[in-house]
């Protein structure tokens, strides 16, 4: 093997290890999935202020009607909100048997208004006026604080994110699209055997171990959709991988989902924001479903960047803004309702006359939950994200 296809076979290796964890199913039934929206999506027109006169002056051409017969109008929630017509099939069953809910006003402190920084922020999970750490985020700290008993972790990317990166070495794979490996076993135990005494070792050999196992767990969905038993795309059919994986592997999850940038021609009832929501709603729907009686002990959480402007811009599309609407989905989530603090959307509640407030702080929210679903003390949370949690009622 050439030096440089032997690199470029690194480089794509998972890292391993939780520290001879590997494969070994977690003493904890509690499950985690962290999806996020890459992109800043427009959670104004997902969860939708129905009640407030201002939202359709402010988006003449992108609003979602109020809910009616028309199929296009939003979903009845409550008297202040509605649902975005295109998750009619998927979310709003799950939210009407009360495993769904929404926090809207949710998000981080960060008002930069910028992807990276903003993403960086909330995949740290620190505080905006102390010095950053970049080496750790707020999903390492969790499991770091579960131990290797109750919490094994596995980022569904191609690089291990910030929120992953930390004290515990944690895997990464993506299963966007799973083929043939492009290290063969023997060329893998040559490769495990330069390494043999080297720091490197058992990272190397776990990767190698990782990989395997994940191959082995899809052969069966693989074999189907070569014979077209399968017709699942893009996040649908990743959720259910996902699903697989954690149903009996792994208990804390990552995976991300891009494209919700929309300055131009988002559309409202339909069109390419409609067609995003149907799809993500399709995959967490799939993934519920694929969890089967082990739904009922597991959490996902949904959150992007930040919201967007609340009012649409010459393009008929939305720019950068600030607060977001976070959901929680589960088998034993409290949902059926939308959680946290409050105000009513008119133009001079707007957080800088251009977009939502924060009003549900992110690290305290994701605190207080954590402290629900794994029994946190109080320091448990403060070391994980610096911060005191809030219980929002969500499980």
Known sequence: MKRRTLLHSLAALPIATMAGKLWAAPASKTRLLFVFMRGGYDATNLLVPISSQFYYKARPNIAVPKPGDDPNAA????????????????????????????????GTEDISRSHFETQDSIELGQALDGTRDYRSGFLNRLATTLNTDRASAISFTDQLPLIMQGG???????????GKPGVDARQAKLIASMYGDTALARQVRDGFVVREDVMKEMIGEMDAANRNAITAKGFELEARRIAKLM???????????????????????????????????????????????DWKDTVVVVVSEFGRTFRENGNRGTDHGHG????????????????GEQIR?????????????????????????????????????????????????LI
């Open 75 to 106: 979903l009845p929630i409550n008297a202040d909100w509605g649902l975005h017509p295109a998750l009619r099939e998927t979310i709003y069953p799950l939210f009407t048997i009360g495993q769904v809910a929404f926090v809207p006003f949710a």
């Open 168 to 178: 515990a070495q944690l895997p990464n794979m993506a299963l966007r699209s799973i």
């Open 247 to 293: 149903k009996d592997k792994y208990n804390i999850g990552f995976v991300d989902v891009g494209g919700w940038d929309t300055h131009v021609g988002q559309g409202g009832a339909s069109g390419y924001l409609a067609g995003r929501f149907e799809e993500l709603g399709r995959g967490l729907a799939a993934y519920a479903k694929e969890m089967g009686p």
């Open 324 to 339: 977001s609407v976070y959901w929680v989905l589960g088998g034993g989530v409290a949902g059926g309702r939308v959680r």
């Open 345 to 393: 959307l008119e133009q001079n509640t707007l957080f800088q006359n251009r977009d939502y407030p924060v009003l549900n702080e992110y690290r305290a929210m994701f605190g207080g939950l954590f402290a629900r679903m794994y029994g946190l003390d109080a320091g448990q949370v403060e070391r994980i994200f610096g911060a005191k949690g809030q219980d929002l009622g």
